[in-house]
């Protein structure tokens, strides 16, 4: 199995979202690749995290939006 497959099959993808509908869409997809994704909220459980920033989702495009997101986990 190449290094690959193992850190993305053995290792969650943070996810940077409360919206459960948008959570169950992208595991949908992600379950194509047998990739596992953990909601913010998830996360916060498993690893005892603070609270996620809330971010204002003001720009045009998911994009936009998700680069906000990042930065502010950062």
Partial sequence: ???QKIMFTSFPILVAT???HKLKQLQAVADEFSLKLLS???A???YHLLP???VEEN???YLGNARLKAAAYC
């Fill in 1 to 3: 199995m190449s290094i």
């Fill in 52 to 54: 996620p920033p809330d």
């Fill in 59 to 61: 720009l045009p495009t």
């Fill in 44 to 46: 916060q459980a498993r």
């Fill in 40 to 42: 913010s909220a998830q």
């Fill in 18 to 20: 409360s919206n459960q």
